[in-house]
């Protein structure tokens, strides 16, 4: 049996047969924190311990609905909206979206929320500011989970060798130019959304977003060439860590999930699924949503 299956059996009859998402909307609270002047947006469900989960390109809070619905059982599940995207600020500049800012606002919400900890969750651009927030405040990580995005460490390493990979982050070279918001729309970004009814919202949502600054990201911290393997310092994440990925992710190839290993202290959970892409969340919501379920309420350690 799989890593996935056992995970995803050690907590089946403590979800139900599905997990109710209906007009999740309506069932969140939204707020805002303050990092910096800059007000972070997040919508949070439940109480318990504090989950975070931080979404990617191009992507909203609403993309965690269904793993909200779930963790809010035990957890206080918030999802935040991250600079520039939907009801959170957007300031202005590419320094503005630097990687230090993003794990700043993570904190903020944190602290705000009057926590010393979370179980930090990203996906994407959220999951590089994961990675960064669990290695700079390791005394606030309770637990790191990432989802399709591999360590960064090893997506250097494959830019550096992979030609397969240097091919595919074209997309982000592209993005890095200086023009290259003018050429997106609300409908375009919503694309890969298969839900119509979810697809209307993320149009609704994008419409209140600032392109330029969802591409700063990518021209403020996504690597340029010539790529070099060793150009990020090793700073291992103290915090245990769940990793899935979709490996049908043409953006971010499973090649750089080898090695993870080496960059972490505590235990490590790798679970990919053959089947899903980029936005695994969405692309197998069930299994994603019970894999970070079992391995939040039934942790390695105590198996």
């Known amino acids: 049996m799989s890593t996935a299956a056992l995970l995803t059996a050690a907590v089946i009859g403590q979800l139900g047969p599905a997990t109710d998402n209906t007009d999740i909307d309506q069932r969140v609270e939204h707020g805002y924190a303050d990092s910096g002047g800059v007000k972070v947006h997040y919508a949070s469900l439940g109480k318990g311990p504090l989950v975070v989960l931080i979404h990617g390109f191009p992507d909203f809070w609403y993309t965690w609905r269904n793993q909200m619905a779930a963790l809010s059982e035990r957890h206080q599940a918030v999802a935040i909206d991250l600079r520039g995207y939907n009801l959170s600020d957007k300031p202005k500049g590419v320094e503005s979206y630097d990687l230090k800012l993003l794990v700043a606002d993570v904190l903020a919400v944190v602290k705000h929320l009057g926590r010393d900890k979370a179980t930090i969750v990203g996906h994407d651009w959220g999951g590089a500011v994961a990675w960064l927030f669990a290695t700079t405040h390791p005394e606030a990580t309770e637990r790191l989970i990432v989802l399709n995005l591999p360590h960064p460490r090893g997506l250097m390493r494959e830019l550096a060798r992979n030609p397969e990979q240097r091919k595919n982050s074209q997309y982000a070279r592209d993005f890095q130019k200086p023009d290259a918001h003018m050429k997106l729309t609300p409908e375009l970004l919503s694309f890969w959304v298969k839900d119509p009814a979810a697809r209307a919202r993320y149009v609704e949502a994008f419409r209140r977003s600032d392109f330029e600054a969802m591409l700063n990201y990518y021209k403020r911290n996504y690597p340029r060439e010539p790529y070099g393997e060793d150009t990020?310092?090793?700073?291992?994440?103290?915090?245990?860590?769940?990793?899935?990925?979709?490996?049908?992710?043409?953006?971010?190839?499973?090649?750089?999930?080898?090695?993870?290993?080496?960059?972490?202290?505590?235990?490590?959970?790798?679970?990919?699924?053959?089947?899903?892409?980029?936005?695994?969340?969405?692309?197998?919501?069930?299994?994603?949503?019970?894999?970070?379920?079992?391995?939040?309420?039934?942790?390695?350690?105590?198996?």
């Open 232 to 303: 990020l310092p090793v700073v291992k994440v103290k915090a245990p860590v769940l990793l899935i990925h979709g490996l049908k992710d043409t953006a971010l190839l499973p090649g750089a999930l080898n090695g993870t290993w080496e960059w972490i202290e505590s235990d490590l959970t790798l679970v990919t699924i053959p089947s899903a892409g980029h936005f695994v969340q969405q692309d197998a919501s069930e299994l994603v949503t019970r894999t970070i379920a079992a391995w939040l309420w039934n942790p390695p350690g105590a198996r």
